[in-house]
């Protein structure tokens, strides 16, 4: 067993406290939610903080509201009380099943939403113990200067491994980032970077404190995974839909986000304009296949990149035929 290392932990009430906790302590310090994610990163030595801040006994942060125009979740709020909640269910889906599919039981009671969209990347030469890595020289994103990914490249290519970010792009929720100086919005579409080491917008000294997922009449959305055991693992792949309908029926805008490939979840583009009186069937088809030319599987993760390839078609298919499904 993987010994964790000594730190200091701090248990502040409020948010200004812990903002103001994260501003004295500086590079020494993490945010800690759940832990899930953190505490085993830490025994391998992926990252050595010597304070954890931790806000479960931050007030205000765990809740789910639901009013006439958005979904409004705090960062602490537990992924099973999302995956179980059924106004998520019916307002916002991809999310609902997104959150229900993170590891296992254990995982999705104690990981948060915060957690969760915040997550570090993963690469199979990098999750693993320090003698592991050392055996190999170590790799850019801790202790080396090499990439075992791609051989010449400068940049870590690790994978956005979580599953909410797919599903809140998809979604166009918004994340509220608290920090000293005030609060900021940003769209989960522009909240992830191509950047391996550190994949998001989020400066050190801010705090997700809410996410807010639009209500939309006539929108329908859906997440799909592949995983090694389905009961427990990280995406393979992971492919969130979603499709606004007018009152007609016709096809207002659409959505569909892949991840698990690289540092940043992919928007497909479509390759021609897909609105109005579109079948369903010739949009799942076009969708597949430009999620096909786009998704390229890296050998960042520990399985056969033909094969995650072809199953870009299986999970956006699963995904973007439900969520176009006409009632
Ligand atoms: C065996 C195993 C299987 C797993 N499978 C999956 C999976 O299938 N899918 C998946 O998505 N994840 C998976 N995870 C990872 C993890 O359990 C989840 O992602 C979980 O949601 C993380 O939430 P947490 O609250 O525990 O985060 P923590 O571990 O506490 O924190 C994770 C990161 O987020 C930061 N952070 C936390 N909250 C905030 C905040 N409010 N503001 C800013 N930064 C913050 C922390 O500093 C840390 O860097 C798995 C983990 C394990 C051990
Ligand atoms: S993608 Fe390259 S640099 Fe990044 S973690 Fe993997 S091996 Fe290391």
Not at 53 to 74: F, K, M, N, Q, Y
Not at 272 to 298: D, F, H, I, T
Request: aromatic fraction near 4%; proline fraction near 6%; charged fraction near 25%.
């Amino acid at each position: 067993m993987l010994p964790l290392p000594v730190f200091q932990h701090h248990s502040p009430t409020s948010l200004v406290e812990a903002l103001a906790l994260l501003v004295r302590l500086g590079d020494a310090a993490r945010l800690v939610a759940g832990g899930t994610d953190l505490l085993p990163n830490m025994k391998h030595g992926l990252v050595e903080p010597e304070h954890l801040v931790s806000l479960s006994r931050v007030d205000g942060l765990a809740s789910i509201a639901v009013s006439d125009t958005h979904v409004e979740l705090g960062a602490m709020t537990k992924l099973a009380d999302i995956a179980a909640h059924p106004e998520v269910g019916r307002h916002a889906p991809a999310l609902a099943e997104a959150t229900g599919a993170v590891g296992g039981p254990h995982h999705r009671r104690m990981g948060t939403l915060g957690g969760n969209v915040c997550l570090d990347t993963r690469c199979v030469y990098y999750n693993q113990t320090y003698f592991w890595r050392e055996a190999l020289g170590f790799c850019l994103k801790k202790d080396g200067s090499a990439c075992h990914v791609v051989a010449s490249g400068k940049n870590c290519v690790a994978a956005a491994s979580n599953d909410s970010g797919p599903a809140l792009i998809a979604l166009a929720a918004e994340l509220e980032l608290a920090s000293p100086s005030g609060t900021r919005s940003v769209p989960a579409a522009e909240f992830y970077t191509p950047d391996g080491l550190a994949n998001t917008v989020k400066r050190a000294d801010e705090i997700l404190t809410r996410v807010r997922v639009p209500r939309v009449v006539g929108r329908k959305s859906a997440f799909e995974k592949l995983r090694r055991r389905g009961a427990i693992d990280y995406p393979l792949l992971n492919a969130a839909a979603r499709v606004d309908r007018t009152s007609d029926g016709s096809i207002a805008s659409v959505e569909v986000v892949v991840s698990a490939l690289a540092a940043r979840p992919k928007r497909v583009k479509p390759t021609r304009p897909l609105v109005g009186n579109v079948a369903a069937e010739a949009l799942v088809a076009s969708y597949v296949e430009a999620a096909y030319k786009q998704c390229r599987p890296l050998t960042n993760l520990d399985n056969d990149t033909d094969w995650r390839r072809d199953m870009v078609r299986v999970v956006v298919e699963r995904a973007l035929r439900r969520a176009a499904a006409v009632d």
